[in-house]
């Protein structure tokens, strides 16, 4: 079972920025394909992106990409998500999530708790 634990969310305006972080407590974490979600208040929970076991495969929402990029670093077991020229329907509760199938199959397996993220107008 893999731990999640996200960090970095809060209050931001239109056109700033935000990184969150997601740290795993398994040293199996380089194993790993991680990526985000997000739920936005009576919307189902959405996709936003994921990130390969090497770091050399990523793959975004088509809302999010030029604007959000993901990363990892494998000796500090993190996953990171830089977020900028936030809108105010990037609001919404971010998950980072750990599954052990590929980028292209990646649905989420393991959660962590939930980060919010609000961005005002």
């Known amino acids: 079972q893999v731990q999640l634990v996200e960090s970095g969310g809060g209050l931001v305006q239109a056109g700033g920025s935000l990184r969150l972080s997601c740290t795993a407590s398994?040293?199996?974490?380089?194993?790993?394909?991680m990526g985000w979600f997000r739920q936005a208040p009576g919307k189902e929970r959405e996709f936003v992106a994921v990130i390969s076991w090497s770091g050399g495969v990523t793959n975004y929402a088509d809302s999010v990409k030029g604007r959000f990029t993901i990363s990892r670093d494998s000796g500090k077991n993190t996953v990171y998500l830089q977020m900028n020229s936030l809108k105010p329907e990037d609001t919404a509760v971010y998950y980072c999530?750990?599954?052990?199938?590929?980028?292209?199959?990646?649905?989420?397996?393991?959660w962590g708790q939930g980060t919010q993220v609000t961005v005002s107008s």
């Open positions: 398994q040293r199996t974490f380089s194993s790993y394909v």
């Open positions: 999530s750990a599954d052990s199938r590929s980028v292209q199959a990646f649905q989420g397996r393991y």
